[in-house]
């Protein structure tokens, strides 16, 4: 039986979406200003690391701390 929230990642899916999407996936509240940030982010080591957070953060302020 399928959840309410399904994996949807696939070689087309960027850090970025990854990133926003572990954390709507999670119900985190994402201002506008931080999901800026994350889509215009290029440093592949801050997405890593800002992906392996997304899996815990309990706000944006974690996410980026």
Known sequence: MAGAHEYRG???????QLILG?????????PEEARVRIQACTDQSLLDR???????????????G
Do not use: K
């Open 10 to 16: 696939g070689p087309d899916r960027t850090p970025a």
């Open 50 to 64: 800002w992906t392996v957070r997304a899996v815990t953060a309990q706000s944006a302020d974690e996410l980026f």
């Open 22 to 30: 572990f954390l709507d996936a999670r119900h985190i509240a994402i």
